[in-house]
């Protein structure tokens, strides 16, 4: 599967932005997916994860109040909406798809097989 990440940009700290991820494949609806984050000179880390059908979904705990992650299935498209965005949040945004038949959304970047190409947030304080 094919993933196609935009949505980023240069927002002020208090800010949002909405993430989009298209994938390429028709059975998009068999794939958990994710958003992952890497700060400059940071590890990747995950940002939140849902399920194929959207009925599980898990963020991380830098994140939970201010991030949603959602899909469309019938658009083979997850979203990241970021809100009251900080200077913290700076990185360089991946999507990732895992298959997957269970429930429980992974945090575990190598376990989801197909990534997008990134896209740039930068908060200004």
């Known amino acids: 599967v094919q993933l196609q990440a935009s949505g980023g940009g240069l927002v002020q700290a208090g800010g949002s932005l909405r993430l989009s991820c298209a994938a390429s494949?028709?059975?998009?609806?068999?794939?958990?997916m994710g958003w992952f984050r890497q700060a400059p000179g940071k590890e990747r880390a995950f940002v939140a994860g849902?399920?194929?059908?959207?009925?599980?979904?898990s963020s991380a705990d830098s994140v939970k109040g201010r991030f949603t992650i959602s899909r469309d299935n019938a658009k083979n498209t997850v979203y990241l909406q970021m809100n009251n965005l900080g200077p913290e949040d700076t990185a360089v945004y991946y999507c990732?798809?895992?298959?997957?038949?269970?429930?429980?959304?992974?945090?575990?970047?190598?376990?989801?097989?197909?990534w997008g190409q990134g896209t740039q947030v930068t908060v200004s304080s």
């Open positions: 494949e028709g059975t998009f609806a068999s794939y958990h």
């Open positions: 990732a798809a895992r298959y997957s038949t269970s429930t429980f959304v992974s945090r575990g970047g190598a376990e989801y097989a197909y």
């Open positions: 849902i399920s194929r059908r959207g009925g599980g979904t």
